[in-house]
């Protein structure tokens, strides 16, 4: 599976504060990265959030691009606390409107591992 972030739109549509844009012939429409990044696997959605925004707070990926990019990779890895911990992480980094859901990824996360 491509990574979305290895896909030219990803980094033409969203921009990246860490390297130049490459040069790129493709048309880049935000729906061709949306596409990309709903059907790549978990692996490359983190990859992909990893480098673009290395410290979750800065970087040029649009906050409902990080919310969608972890609610994929959770909908695959659904018993990974961390992975919990570190999505809940970002809907806290970004405003109060998702604070009950960031509470309840972690109380999910804390459940996984009592058990």
């Known amino acids: 599976m491509v ?4 896909n030219p739109p990803s980094r033409s549509v969203n921009g990246d ?3 130049p844009t490459p040069a790129c012939g493709q048309e880049h429409r935000e729906h061709y990265f949306v596409e990309e990044l709903t059907f790549a696997d978990a692996d490359a959605t983190l990859s992909m959030l990893r480098e673009l925004c290395p410290n979750l707070v800065d970087g040029q990926l649009p906050v409902w691009i990080h919310n969608l990019a972890y609610r994929l990779v959770l909908l695959q890895r659904p018993d990974e606390p961390a992975l919990l911990r570190e999505a809940a992480q ?3 980094l970004h405003g109060p409107d998702w604070d009950d859901v960031a509470a309840e ?3 999910q996360a804390e459940e996984l591992e009592a058990r």
């Open 3 to 6: 990574s979305p972030y290895d």
């Open 105 to 107: 990824l972690v109380r």
């Open 17 to 19: 504060e860490y390297r």
């Open 90 to 92: 970002n809907l806290w």
